[in-house]
Nanobody
Framework: QVQLVESGGGSVQAGGSLRLSCAAS????????IGWFRQCPGKEREFVAAITSSGDVTIYSDSVKGRFTISRDNAKTTVYLQMNSLKPEDTAVYYC?????????????????WGQGTQVTVSS
């Protein structure tokens, strides 16, 4: 069992930055790949970024590549999503999720555990 808790969301103006954190707990939490997803009201959940359990491989959606950076500190069992150059279209609830797999996956259906989400609002 893995528990995930997101934090760091908030309101920011376009062009600003935020750093989201995903704190994981559970004996095997460091064995999991972690993904970030986001969802706006009335829209489908969207993949944002993912990182392997070791932290050596990352993938991003085209919409955030070059602006967002995912990283992890396994000593703190925390995964971060640094979001720079934020745009109004980045406004969403952001979720982190854990996946026990050998490779990174973009589909949320594969992820076993989810956090409760944190709201990010970007104003123009």
């Amino acid at each position: 069992q893995v528990q995930l808790v997101e934090s760091g969301g908030g309101s920011v103006q376009a062009g600003g930055s935020l750093r989201l954190s995903c704190a994981a707990s559970g004996r095997t939490s460091n064995n999991y790949n972690i993904g970030w997803f986001r969802q706006c009201p009335g829209k489908e959940r969207e993949f944002v970024a993912a990182i392997t359990s070791s932290g050596d491989v990352t993938i991003y959606s085209d919409s955030v590549k070059g602006r967002f950076t995912i990283s992890r500190d396994n000593a703190k069992t925390t995964v971060y999503l640094q979001m720079n150059s934020l745009k109004p279209e980045d406004t969403a609830v952001y979720y982190c999720a854990a996946d026990l797999a050998t490779r990174l996956r973009r589909s949320g259906g594969w992820y076993d555990y989810w956090g409760q989400g944190t709201q990010v609002t970007v104003s123009s």
